[in-house]
């Protein structure tokens, strides 16, 4: 579809600094989707599937849903002797889960959330609820009761020290206690941030705790002394964990207080607290609830970015004191962290489990829940808390025998064609690697996408999906107990279908001038032609040389009886597009006559002192077909205004004297009359009245004051929009007697 433009709009254009275009690479070549790395892997779907520490995809270890509540959401969990409890919101109820997933109520607090939990060997369980936080004491089959009332909002994270004292970390004051087996709490850390918000006792006696609001991993020695390990430039600490050989593993996040408020931050779960002052929150009596929304807001608490960076960090502060990141995510928050033979990453918004092995992030889990609040050492590894809905699940001895992955939406841009899926990886006998495909037009998959074609096994598989600007493929894996085959790189080519250029913009830069490179030095006079057009009647600009095309700008210069002509125009496929210009009379009708072929550029200027004085339109064609096969390339056009070819100076008519000053009428058959000035008797140029006020017509009558004394020689030069000029000797009619009109 055509779109015209006005002349203004069109003109516009030359005032713009026109920055170089990187010619793409043409529709013709086939180009290729490629998954060759975790962090491209990472961006599809697991099911059964772990992300090897070298970016690779195999069957994971077996991961089992143990039990699923009728809860809204599960906050804590804690290791029983023969099972689990967890904790949850917005009821605020304690749970004991058996190993077969038979749940029993054990607790129903006043408050709506169980943020934290700690069960000691016996099965006695500690149960830390919020908002107007409280500690309650839970015997094995025996009934909860009061324990500690820190007179805090927020119950974070219970722990056990090492010398057997309970230690609870709070908030919104910052304050981490030390519980006596008779619940009398003493405060050993009293913080400047908002919240204390997880603990790992160490087994030397000191105690690691992380912050909210200032994002410290603070150390808290034998004899009290506390000291800062770690200041992160997010502002909350969410997890700590200890491996064997003294090294620190501390999740930093992004949103403060990641619990606190509405979690508007990165979906996490939280609970907004009660006015100060007010009455202690109880459930069920318009108390403001846990709410889980999935975006990016500011979470509660005060706080924010210390500085831009990823959503979450898993940083390691070694022995020595010093920290490195080894696991970041742009878009997942870290909950949970668990030492387990390797470090144990629990994330959210999407629900995976990490692992860290070889110094690499690798998915061992993709579940159906949207978080990953808690992990528990587990006898064949962890156990894992999920809320978004509450499910505890458990890890097994076993290895998956069939897993699938979904690549994520691949956008190809514009309609295609897909080709082959390539892949290299291992695959024992009896294992199997089998590939299928779906597109369609929409960017996420609906019922307007194309059904999932059959599965098929190979090793260079050509693709049915249909033309389609999205395509994705799903793999799945099948092997043995123990054995699994692998995938490390999945290549699909697929090739653009070719679409008509588009001419967004096409007109005359204003008489004579002309654009070069932005380095063109005046000096080379390289603005001249080069010669004669041997192949039509007009003298054109010389090219700009291939060494001046790297600077990517232009400038424009003057060049008197010169146009030069304008456009912007793109390809949707990214083709290399050449321009081709013709022209005729505006009146004429019929054939376009040649005036430039095979322009790179988009930008021609030449000498229009070839072409009478008239209107003429200019067509510019765009032409992808260098960039495609034969008989491929489409092509686009554009008319311009009509642009005025004006050789011919402005006419002397009527000249008259009034008083002391002449009038003086112009005209100009093409153009208007833009500048008129005169010099007397030799001197300087001075500029003429518009009798009307405003030189801006073909006719103008121009009054010239006369010097005092009488003038000898007095010239008259009129200029129209062309910059045709002429000079006139009006000295015989400066001398006339006033009134007495002459012709020219």
Not at 31 to 43: H, M, N, R, T, V
Not at 520 to 545: K, L, S
Request: proline share 7%; charged share 25%.
């Amino acid at each position: 579809m055509k779109m015209r433009h006005s002349p203004l709009a069109v003109l516009a254009l030359a005032g713009l600094a026109l920055a170089g275009v990187t010619t793409p690479l043409g529709a013709t070549e086939v180009k290729i989707f490629q998954a060759a790395s975790a962090e491209d892997f990472l961006a599809g779907t697991f099911d059964g599937l772990s992300l090897g520490p070298g970016g690779y995809l195999s069957l994971a270890t077996r991961v089992e849903k143990v039990a699923d509540l009728d809860e809204p959401f599960l906050f804590s969990a804690a290791a029983l002797p023969k099972g689990w409890a967890v904790g949850t919101g917005n009821d605020g109820k304690v749970f004991r889960i058996d190993e077969k997933g038979a749940s029993t109520l054990l607790f129903d607090a006043t408050e709506p959330e169980v943020f934290a939990l700690w069960a000691d060997p016996d099965g006695t369980l500690f149960a830390g609820t919020s908002p107007q936080g409280k500690v309650y004491r839970i015997p094995p089959g025996g009934k909860a009761e009061p324990f500690f009332d820190p007179a805090s909002t927020y119950i974070w994270a219970i722990r056990r020290a090492a010398d057997g004292a309970l230690l609870v970390a709070t908030g919104t004051e910052g304050k981490l206690f030390r519980v006596d087996a008779k619940g009398k709490g003493t405060v050993i850390l009293d913080t400047e941030a908002t919240h204390v918000k997880c603990l790992l006792p160490m087994p030397d006696g000191s105690i690691l705790a992380g912050t909210a609001g200032d994002g410290l991993v603070l150390k808290i020695d034998k004899d009290g002394m506390v000291r800062t390990l770690y200041d992160a430039r997010e502002p909350e600490i969410s997890a700590l964990a200890a491996s064997p050989d003294g090294t620190i593993y501390a999740a930093v996040v992004a949103s403060e207080a990641s619990l606190v408020q509405d979690a508007a931050h990165a979906g996490k779960p939280g609970a907004a607290a009660p006015p100060a002052g007010g009455p202690p929150a109880v459930k069920g009596e318009g108390t403001p609830v846990v709410t889980v929304t999935v975006g990016e807001g500011d979470s509660g608490g005060g706080g924010g970015h210390k500085d831009s960076g990823p959503h979450s960090e898993v940083v390691a502060i070694a022995p020595s004191g010093a920290a490195e990141t080894v696991g970041s995510f742009s878009g997942e928050t870290v909950f949970d962290l668990l030492w387990q033979d390797r470090l144990w990453v629990a994330t959210g918004l999407e629900g995976k489990l990490y692992s860290l092995r070889s110094g690499r992030m690798q998915v061992e889990k993709d579940t159906e829940e949207r978080q990953l609040v808690a992990l528990l050492p587990g006898a064949a590894g962890p156990v894992i808390a999920a809320t978004n809905a509450a499910t505890l699940y458990r890890t097994t001895a076993k290895t998956e025998t069939d897993g699938t992955y979904t690549s994520a939406v691949l956008d190809a841009q514009t309609v295609a064609r897909f080709g082959v899926l390539r892949w290299r990886g291992e695959a024992q006998p009896g294992a199997t690697v089998a590939f299928s495909f779906r597109s369609g037009m929409s960017a996420t998959p609906d019922r307007t996408w194309g059904a999932w074609s059959p599965a098929v096994e190979g090793h260079e598989i050509a693709v049915p999906a249909a033309a389609a600007r999205y395509v994705q493929w799903r793999v799945e894996l099948k092997g043995q107990e123990g054995s699994s085959p692998r995938l490390r790189v999945a290549e699909l080519s697929y090739r653009q279908e070719n679409q008509k250029p588009k001419i967004e913009a096409f007109g005359s830069l204003p008489p004579g001038q002309i654009l070069v490179p932005a380095n063109f030095n005046p000096t080379n006079q390289v603005f001249e032609p080069v010669h004669p057009n041997r192949e039509g009647i007009f003298t054109a600009i010389a090219p700009a040389d291939d060494a001046d095309e790297g600077s990517g700008r232009l400038k424009p210069l003057w060049k008197l009886g010169y146009r030069s002509l304008r456009w912007k125009a793109s390809d949707p496929n990214g083709d290399a597009l050449r321009y081709r210009l013709t022209f005729r009379p505006a009146e004429a009708e019929g054939a376009w006559l040649p005036l430039a072929e095979d322009l790179k550029d988009d930008y021609y200027g030449f000498d229009i002192a070839s072409l009478p004085d008239g209107l003429y339109r200019f067509r510019l064609e765009a032409s992808d077909a260098k960039a495609n096969d034969p008989g491929q390339g489409l092509a686009a056009e554009e008319v311009s205004p009509a642009v005025v070819v004006d050789h011919s100076p402005p006419a002397l008519g009527k000249v008259r004297r009034e008083g002391k000053r002449l009038l003086v009428t112009l005209e100009d058959s093409l153009s208007p009359i833009r500048a008129v000035e005169s010099s007397a008797d030799g001197g300087e140029w001075r500029p003429a009245t518009a009798v009307d006020g405003l030189f801006d017509g073909q006719r103008e009558e121009v009054a010239v004051d006369l010097p005092a004394g009488g003038v000898r020689y007095l010239l008259l030069r009129a200029t129209d929009g062309a910059y045709n000029a002429v000079t006139f000797d009006l000295s015989r009619a400066s001398a006339e007697s006033p009134d007495k009109a002459k012709a020219p």
